[in-house]
């Protein structure tokens, strides 16, 4: 149990072009759903954070124009990478709290590679 | 701000030996305190947890003990085997918050 999926894994994009992300919670509905990025060799960076049907809300520094998240329902949250540029090439990671209440345990995804050229 | 401290950055051991990772953190009040394992170009595992209410928790080869007082936790792993080799994340949840706060990972390196 307690599945998360991202899609795609990995996408190659041109520099000013956008990019879409999808965060699906499989087997479990998801009150909130966290976005990460990681550069290599480091730890996770939380970007925001995103209940479901509400704006979301990001961590200082984050542009909130720039990812925009949509967390449409309780199994899926996106993040729309807008105007990409390398610098924006990274991992990025989801996770997702289980509802029902504040267990704290958090799954994650197997996470999408973004490569801005 | 609250911080999450993990030492070594790295550990190298041999298989069968154990390895113990240590985290340390600033609020008193945190109450949540997972361990993720990540493999490299995979997302975080969560491999054990636990609450502020117990000492310690165990699952087979890892265990998790954690000291209130002194504001650490530690994850054990015994017998280790070369699939053990990953980057390990501890983490907290602070009071007032819903987010989890990182350490910098440790990368455990078992060598057959």
């Known amino acids: 149990g307690a599945v998360v999926s991202q899609h795609p894994s990995w996408v190659i994009c041109k520099s000013g072009t956008s990019v879409k992300i999808e965060c699906r919670s499989l087997d479990f509905q998801a009150t909130t759903m966290f976005w990460y990025r990681q550069f290599p060799k480091q730890s996770l960076m939380l970007m925001a954070t995103?209940?479901?049907?509400?704006?979301?809300?990001?961590e200082q520094g984050v542009e909130k124009d720039k990812f925009l998240i949509n967390h449409a329902s309780l199994t899926l949250s996106t993040l729309t990478v807008t105007s990409a540029h390398p610098e924006d090439s990274s991992f990025y990671i989801c996770?997702?709290?289980?509802?029902?209440?504040?267990?704290?345990?958090?799954?994650f995804g197997p996470g999408t590679r973004l490569t801005v050229t | 701000g609250e911080n999450v401290e993990q030492h070594p950055s790295t550990l190298s051991v041999q298989e069968g030996d154990s390895a113990v990772i240590k985290c340390t953190y600033s609020?008193?009040?945190?109450?949540?305190f997972p361990w993720y394992k990540q493999e490299l170009g995979k997302g975080p595992q969560l491999i054990i947890d636990i609450r502020s209410n117990v000492g310690e928790k165990k699952d087979q080869r890892i265990a998790v003990t954690l000291n209130k007082t002194a504001k650490h936790f530690s994850l054990h792993i015994t017998e280790t085997q070369p699939e053990d080799s990953a980057v390990y994340f501890c983490a907290a949840i602070f009071s007032g918050y819903s987010t989890l706060t990182f350490g910098k990972g440790t990368m455990l390196l078992v060598s057959p």
């Open positions: 995103s209940n479901e049907g509400s704006k979301a809300t990001y």
């Open positions: 609020d008193s009040a945190s109450n949540y």
């Open positions: 996770s997702a709290d289980v509802a029902g209440g504040p267990s704290y345990e958090q799954y």
